[in-house]
């Protein structure tokens, strides 16, 4: 591996996506989403994408666009939000989903990029998340063709109280896509404000992750209590440049008194 990981073009940095792949893409709502690294992976042609992220855009924008184009086969991810397509596709049968609670979601993809299989949380004790039976996907006629999987239920003593804990598995994808202010040569990544919610998770649960970065500092230039995901994570980096379009999801503003 070249320590130099800079790409010419998202396409370059994406061309080697297979149809079929898995993909931990970062962002958190429409903050901090990769949307060049996403545009590109949508003019290369590829569907049937797993991917894992915290929501999946909106119907335009974001993983959205993927999704109205037919190119994702299932969504890992822990809010539907107001993506009316997405929830189109999987109340028809189209889609597969597995929805998984938003704290859990960032735990299983820290995990997978820390090498630990599996880990044990009290969050869905007591819920169909432990229990079983939460639709992944629907026949077209409404009932449930894939449902959610029973899991295994510990009890541990934990401050001299014993309580029950459900076993999630971690998750590691063949690739990650992620939106970073900064970074260098290297790969070391800075992440602004909110766009840093998940992004850095995804980042280490890929077998390669590919970064789209506003600016492209030289090694060395960044603080190194500064980054929020070394380089050794990280291995391709384009440049898009700071002027690319950035949306908001809902904007709500104060009335004049």
Not at 8 to 13: H, I, L, P
Not at 60 to 68: I, N, P
Not at 109 to 124: D, H, N, Y
Request: aromatic share 6%.
């Amino acid at each position: 591996m070249t320590l130099d990981k800079v790409v010419g073009s998202a396409g370059e940095a994406v061309a080697d996506i297979p149809s079929g792949s898995s993909l931990a893409v970062g962002g958190f709502g429409l903050c901090g989403i990769p949307m060049v690294l996403i545009q590109a992976l949508l003019d290369a042609g590829v569907d049937d994408l797993k991917v894992v992220s915290n929501n999946c855009g909106v119907d335009d924008w974001g993983l959205g666009v993927l999704l109205a184009n037919r190119r994702i086969s299932k969504m890992t991810s822990s809010y539907v939000g107001e993506n009316k397509e997405f929830e189109r596709q999987f109340l028809t049968g189209e889609l597969e989903l597995e929805l998984t609670p938003q704290g859990t979601l960032a735990e299983k993809l820290r995990a997978g990029g820390s090498g630990i299989a599996a880990f044990f949380t009290q969050t869905g004790v007591g819920t169909q998340v432990a229990e079983g039976g939460l639709p992944r996907r629907y026949n077209p006629d409404g009932t449930i063709s894939v449902a959610s999987p029973v899991k295994p239920v510990q009890t541990f003593t934990v401050r001299g109280e014993d309580r029950e804990f459900v076993l999630e598995e971690a998750i590691t994808t063949d690739f990650a896509l992620v939106h970073a202010l900064r970074g260098d040569r290297h790969g070391n990544l800075v992440f602004d404000k909110s766009a840093r919610n998940f992004s850095p998770l995804a980042a280490m649960s890929g077998r390669v992750c590919i970064a789209q970065v506003e600016e492209l500092v030289e090694p060395g230039t960044i603080d190194p209590d500064h980054v929020h995901v070394p380089g050794v994570f990280v291995d391709r980096v384009v440049v898009v440049g700071p002027d690319i379009e950035k949306r908001i999801e809902r904007r709500t503003v104060r009335e004049e008194n």
